[in-house]
């Protein structure tokens, strides 16, 4: 009766026929089952005609929800990220009742694999991270099993074997020491050790097809604070090996630099400050400099109307493709205005 409802809260109208195939009983057992969730004050309602059934109508109450494992974690995962993505406020005490609720019924190897997921996920941003668990991308999303398996190795220093796909579509298997989780923007990622070539590297989680604990155990870095992990991951995504290196030199504050072109994107060095020190990014906003930017790309026209919306003294060091794009921009920007 309760995998009925679960059903039926999926939306739509069922038939009975296709209720009895998908709990292996007869019709007639599918219409005593409906006759109990009625009897409950549950609204389940019959609709006749060719392609009749049944279906859930809008009670007066929320009707009991039958979550899946999977389903259950990810709800948690939104209100925690809500939370700490400055959504407190409007979830109000409603988000906290709603979280204790399902952490009572949760089964216990469930709960404490979904405490590990908490305990090793890191956030970049503010309300970007809570966005980005109810993103409609979802092919960004990793599989719930393989973010349990993760968290799971990065609690326990346990190393874990991955079969991973890279943005060339090339699969591998790989042993990783995984030391957390970073959920940046839409997408989460990994920072891992890989043995076999001696280096840390990021790891996409949506490309990881299947993840196994190994027996053993890794000594993570000394300064592997959630800090130290979200740092390297976004730095990581400003040094990867990309298509193009280009190199500016560009006049102005790091905090409206930052805003077109964010840490995950340029890494940013300063040619000279004010005082003397190499502390570009403490700097007052107001207080301009010149700054060099050193960006991997795999395309370079977003570039050119990157730095139009900056509208900062710029200098293209490298490469010599960039300079063009940039004339011909301006060339339609010059255009459209006559």
Do not use: C
């Not at 990021?202 to 992990?229: C, K, Q």
């Not at 990867?240 to 409206?256: C, F, M, N, Q, S």
């Amino acid at each position: 009766m309760l995998t009925l409802l679960e059903l039926l809260q999926s939306g739509g109208v069922r038939t009975a026929a296709e209720l009895a195939d998908r709990l292996d009983v007869d019709v007639r057992t599918v219409r005593r089952y409906v006759e109990h969730l009625v009897d409950l004050g549950i609204p389940v309602e019959s609709v006749r005609g060719r392609y009749g059934g049944y279906r859930l109508s809008r009670g007066y109450r929320l009707p009991p929800l039958m979550l899946s494992d999977d389903e259950a974690v990810a709800v948690l995962l939104g209100l925690v990220a809500g939370r700490r993505g400055g959504l407190a406020a409007g979830l109000g005490v409603a988000g906290e009742t709603a979280a204790a609720k399902i952490r009572r019924v949760l089964p216990a190897r469930v709960g404490g694999r979904l405490q590990a997921v908490l305990d090793a996920v890191v956030f970049t941003g503010a309300l970007a991270s809570a966005a980005s668990l109810i993103s409609a991308d979802q092919s960004a999303a990793p599989d719930a099993t393989v973010l349990l398996t993760v968290a799971d190795a990065v609690a326990q220093h346990r190393p874990i074997a991955v079969a991973y796909t890279d943005r060339e579509g090339a699969r591998t298997d790989r042993i990783l020491h995984p030391y957390g989780i970073v959920n940046h923007e839409d997408r989460w990622y990994v920072r891992a050790l890989d043995p076999a070539v001696g280096q840390e590297r990021t790891f996409r989680l949506d490309r990881i097809a299947d993840a196994r604990a190994l027996v053993g155990s890794f000594e993570p870095p000394v300064d592997d604070t959630d800090r130290d992990v979200a740092q390297s991951v976004v730095t990581g995504f400003a040094t990867a090996d990309y298509r193009y290196e280009v190199t500016l030199r560009i006049h102005g504050a790091v905090e409206h630099i930052r805003t077109r072109l964010p840490a995950s994107v340029a890494i940013i060095e300063p040619l000279e400050t004010g005082d003397g020190e190499r502390g570009a990014e403490r700097q007052d906003p107001a207080d301009a400099a010149w700054h060099r930017l050193d960006i991997r790309a795999e395309r370079l026209d977003w570039l050119p109307p990157a730095l139009a919306v900056l509208d900062l003294p710029f200098e293209v060091e490298r490469p010599a493709e960039l300079r063009d794009l940039i004339a011909a921009f301006a060339d339609r920007l010059r255009a459209r205005v006559a």
